[in-house]
């Protein structure tokens, strides 16, 4: 445990000292003598952004059920704490029992963000571990991790000891149970990371070399470890209905980002955006039933308080039974003032019904996401909405009494043209004209429109991961373009740093040798790069020149398709021919339908099976 004194004096230096305190009620404190497992859930960003991550909630309270584990929460400390705890030498350390990380037997990073990668490197150093993974003696912890970000684990393999592909709550008992084996037999630390490595989505970096090609594209990568598998296979939980949820959240003392209940009505997408990672990496769609839905809500509302439930999925008004569960909600929370809120939107299954339900006990703004401002991208994108429902919701939402809506797009997608950018503008003017189109009496409230864009960054596993990016100066055009031709009071035009989505697509397209400019960049003092006050883009330049690192040949480069990308290793369940045949439907303007209406031969029903694909 770190000095108590030293920790006493350095919180009353600090902006936010409830971020390091703990103690929040449902949070669990258990005695670390006592158990046999001590795993660090490490979220690589500050308090309030990782109290807001439901992954937290659910592994923290599945680990914490088992008697013989601990798992204990740490978070990067804002900037102003690092300052005070480096001067009196305090090691990072968790929340639960102030235990410096480097005491426990794991340390599990979660990836949502690529910018957040310099985070990582830095808690490892506060924590006083190693920062590359071969450099780790027998009794440091092992640094792990896994999400969204893992998918192309390459640019963090020199320093993660190995990643979860795919969903944890089974995998990562199924690890610590192995854990508790090895330790048991005084096994040495390669041999635990052998004997997990043949565990269905565990990837272990060190037991791969990759061979490049002269024009720096891969030839080959290849296990030179005896079982270590030549493809890592996606985890994933079949059915939603019996997996782990928790009944309880930590509440905290502060403001968080998402002040809620989060009920997660399902997992995957059928929808086919050619855009979206998670579209295509969580697949198979696996529901939640109505009745198990009703039974979570109960007892997290019973042991939270909250004021609002908020329906998590990656697209929640496909839920197919939403217009039941939000009335069964209402009925059974509208006197208690406990409100049903959507993320977002989707315009096109987007009903009166719902809107009607959910603005019983209090309106919040609408989000809904066009994505394009023509119909013809809108199409190359496989977004499958039209401007027709975008009339249909917002009239409907006006006429019910709302007043502030924001409408996403993104800039920067294959194939766009001057008259796509101008129709963002074009979308908004509309969208205004409706709400002054309603008799006087029948508008409530002061207009407010935002339109925000977003640059595009292809991804992996998706079928524009062939796609080169724009260029800074490119989506810089585009984005003066915007701003000279909004010219309303009403509508407001907010938009991405583009040299922020320039390294987002370097590191998400990247290859293990980008490890080396990571380092070098967070040495310069890169850190809490996804906040705009913090990033310095000219210090991941001069840490990538100094590295031999061209960003240009991983962002801007349009890719062959035989080319061998850093992360086809892995087996999503997609296939990379149904991603191909995407692509090339996506140049033709060609719409591919909701898998829900019938099979598009995406592959995943080979491999994996679970709700629609049964």
């Not at 990380?101 to 690529?114: M, P, S």
């Not at 493809?231 to 998402?258: A, C, F, G, Q, W």
């Not at 969208?431 to 409230?445: A, C, M, N, Q, Y």
């Amino acid at each position: 445990m770190i000095d108590i004194n030293k920790f006493d004096k350095v919180l009353k230096k600090v902006e936010k000292p409830a971020r390091y305190i703990g103690m929040e009620k449902n949070s669990i404190k258990k005695d670390l003598n006592k158990v046999k497992v001590k795993f660090a859930f490490a979220f690589p960003d500050i308090y309030e952004v990782g109290m807001s991550h439901l992954g937290l909630h659910i592994l923290y309270n599945l680990l914490n059920q088992e008697e013989d584990i601990a798992c204990e929460r740490v978070f990067a400390p804002w900037t102003d704490m690092e300052e005070e705890m480096t001067k009196e030498n305090i090691p990072l350390f968790t929340l639960e029992n102030r235990e410096p990380i480097k005491n426990f037997d794991f340390v599990g990073f979660t990836l949502q963000y690529e910018m957040s990668y310099t985070n990582i490197i830095n808690m490892l150093n506060l924590g006083g571990i190693p920062i590359l993974s071969k450099d780790r003696k027998e009794d440091s912890p092992f640094i792990i991790a896994g999400g969204p970000c893992a998918y192309n684990p390459e640019p963090l393999a020199d320093i993660i000891d190995f990643f979860v592909i795919g969903e944890g709550e089974e995998v990562t008992l199924e690890i610590l149970k192995k854990y508790k084996e090895n330790k048991d037999a005084k096994a040495s630390r390669l041999d635990f990371l052998k004997e997990i490595s043949s565990i269905e989505g565990v990837y272990v970096p060190s037991f791969y070399q990759v061979v490049y090609k002269e024009d720096n594209t891969i030839d080959k990568m290849e296990p030179i470890v005896a079982g270590a598998p030549k493809t890592i296979k996606k985890r994933i939980i079949k059915d939603l209905n019996s997996v782990y949820y928790p009944e309880k959240l930590i509440l905290p003392y502060i403001e968080t980002i998402h002040d809620r209940i989060p009920l997660e009505v399902f997992r995957g997408c059928t929808r086919g955006c050619r855009f979206c990672q998670a579209g295509m990496i969580y697949r198979p769609v696996r529901e939640k039933s109505v009745d198990r839905l009703l039974e979570l809500a109960d007892k997290l509302e019973k042991n939270t308080g909250y004021e609002d439930i908020s329906l998590t999925s990656l697209s929640s008004c496909d839920y197919s039974q939403l217009q039941l569960l939000i009335s069964k909600l209402m009925d059974r929370y509208e006197e208690e003032r406990v409100g049903v809120s959507l993320p977002s939107l989707r315009l096109d299954s987007f009903s009166i019904g719902v809107l009607k339900e959910i603005q019983k006990v209090r309106k919040t703004g609408l989000t809904f996401a066009p994505e394009a401002g023509s119909q013809r991208l809108r199409d190359v994108i496989n977004k499958g909405v039209t401007e027709e429902d975008l009339i249909t919701a917002t009239t409907y939402a006006f006429e019910e009494g709302w007043s502030t809506i924001k409408l996403y797009f993104m800039i920067g997608l294959p194939t766009e043209e001057e008259e796509d950018l101008l129709g963002i503008r074009d979308l908004g003017y509309k969208v205004k004209d409706i709400f002054f189109s309603l008799p006087r009496e029948k508008r409530r409230g002061n207009l407010k429109i935002t339109l925000s864009a977003s640059c595009f960054v292809p991804k992996p596993f998706t079928p524009f991961q062939w796609v080169g990016q724009n260029s800074i100066d490119e989506f810089y055009e585009k984005i003066d373009l915007i701003k000279k031709n909004v010219k309303d009071k009403k509508v407001t035009f907010n938009y991405h740093d583009p040299k922020l989505s320039y390294l987002e697509a370097v590191l998400a397209r990247g290859d293990r040798r980008l490890g080396k400019g990571l380092i070098k960049a967070w040495e310069k003092g890169c850190k809490f790069d996804g906040w705009s006050e913090k990033f310095d883009y000219d210090k991941w330049i001069e840490a990538f020149k100094e590295t031999g690192i061209d960003g240009d040949f991983y962002a801007l480069r349009e890719r062959q398709l035989e080319e061998i990308f850093p992360w086809d290793f892995i087996e999503p369940g997609v296939t990379k021919e149904y991603l191909i045949k995407e692509y090339e439907k996506a140049k033709e303007e060609e719409l591919t339908r909701d898998c829900r209406l019938g099979c598009t031969n995406c592959g995943i029903n080979k491999s994996f099976t679970g709700g629609v694909c049964k």
